[in-house]
């Protein structure tokens, strides 16, 4: 998710947990904890693959959580011992020991530990609700959980939580009155959450009927909500190459070529008013270079959700899960033309300039599914759609 609401999460769940105690404080303390995971992108990788797959990896483990939890917790407390020790003695009468938990830990060290970890850990199981992908049990396993219920931005979701959070910063406010507005916050953006998960089950299953409506037989599909909605969902689906379904495809003269999918799908639409626009891939342009671990770990981190394309002699690689055609946000150049073979590419990541004419359509979308948003870019710059009526 994006900084913003990362730190409004970490804010509101730092309060929750510490605020009686620190008041503004915690939610600070909540908030900077809340950004440190995603502070890995300033770590030197290697390459643009190692930087786009190891993004949200150790940082985002519940693992590693909870092993650097405990030494933040002591740290804290130390720097907060006094304010801890007053905070005791005028609960408890005129003593200066506070009382110890398994020993050794004393009270207000368990919810500092309690601060660092749900701070840390919200902020990955936030990120694990969009399509990227988080390694959430690094090192067990690689494998980049991606729930894909909520776009990167979604002001329906940072909102309650960001009025929590500015409350938990004013001073002098009743901690009563800013406890209710964080409760609120977090209550609602919790119930966004719900509320995203059941319409992306609800979505899937229209996409297949949809799909079997069109006869077009899916290998696999993703469904991701559109920019700042879950009202609308952007659906990619890959097909095997030995079943392609050209009646889907209409009377394209490359019918027996392979083919993706993009199609929209608004909370509103019948299963029949979801159309599907096909756009060229080809696989056999990385025949020679698919065994390197370059192209291998893409294909893995995409989860095959693909497309290569040939561009000015680049063999490209564009991650499919994110963006929209034409305008895709990850795309590496795997391979490169050289008398008439392919060659092992540099894997320079090549930037797209966002399309954003569409975007003015988006809620129009929501409610009449004649409304497009596939791209028809002037002298075939990038592959025209045909539509699966």
Not at 243 to 272: C, N, Q, V, W
Not at 352 to 376: E, G, T
């Amino acid at each position: 998710m994006d900084s913003l609401t990362q730190v409004a999460l970490g804010g509101a769940v730092g309060y929750a947990v510490l605020g009686k105690q620190l008041g503004p404080k915690a939610a600070l303390w909540g908030a900077a904890f809340g950004t440190l995971p995603d502070l890995d992108v300033f770590l030197p990788y290697g390459g643009e693959v190692e930087a786009f797959t190891y993004h949200r990896s150790f940082s985002h483990s519940f693992i590693v959580h909870l092993m650097v939890a405990p030494f933040f917790a002591w740290l804290l407390a130390k720097l907060h011992k006094r304010h801890n020790t007053e905070l005791y003695v005028a609960e408890h009468g005129d003593t200066t020991q506070t009382p110890r938990i398994f020993g050794r830990f004393s009270r207000y060290e368990v919810k500092w530990f309690y601060l660092v970890f749900l701070c840390l850990s919200t902020h990955a199981l936030l990120d694990s609700c969009t399509v990227y992908g988080t390694q959430l049990f690094w090192p067990l396993t690689e494998y980049p959980v991606g729930i894909s219920n909520l776009f990167i931005i979604d002001p329906l979701y940072t909102l309650p939580l960001l009025i929590g959070f500015v409350f938990a910063l004013i001073p002098r406010l009743r901690y009563s009155l800013v406890k209710k507005a964080n409760a609120i916050g977090l209550i609602l953006s919790s119930v966004y959450v719900l509320w995203s998960l059941g319409a992306k089950v609800y979505i899937d299953q229209k996409v297949e009927e949809a799909l079997a409506i069109k006869g077009i037989q899916a290998e696999q599909f993703i469904s991701t909500p559109a920019p700042f909605t879950t009202f609308l969902w952007r659906v990619v689906v890959m097909v095997e190459p030995s079943a392609r379904a050209s009646d889907a495809i209409g009377s394209m003269s490359a019918a027996k070529s392979e083919h993706y999918f993009e199609a929209y799908a608004s909370i509103l639409d019948t299963p029949e008013q979801i159309s599907f626009d096909a756009y060229q891939t080809d696989s056999s342009l990385i025949a020679d270079i698919e065994s390197e671990w370059g192209v291998n770990r893409l294909k893995w981190f995409t989860k095959g959700f693909y497309a290569i394309k040939n561009e000015e002699d680049k063999v490209i690689l564009s991650d499919l899960r994110m963006g929209v055609e034409c305008s895709y946000v990850f795309n590496f150049t795997v391979g490169v033309k050289e008398n008439d073979a392919i060659q092992l590419g540099d894997f320079e990541q090549v930037a797209n300039r966002p399309d954003f004419s569409k975007m003015q359509y988006i809620w129009a979308r929501i409610f009449d599914p004649n409304v497009s948003l596939a791209p028809h870019p002037p002298q075939g710059q990038c592959a025209d759609p045909t539509q699966a009526n």
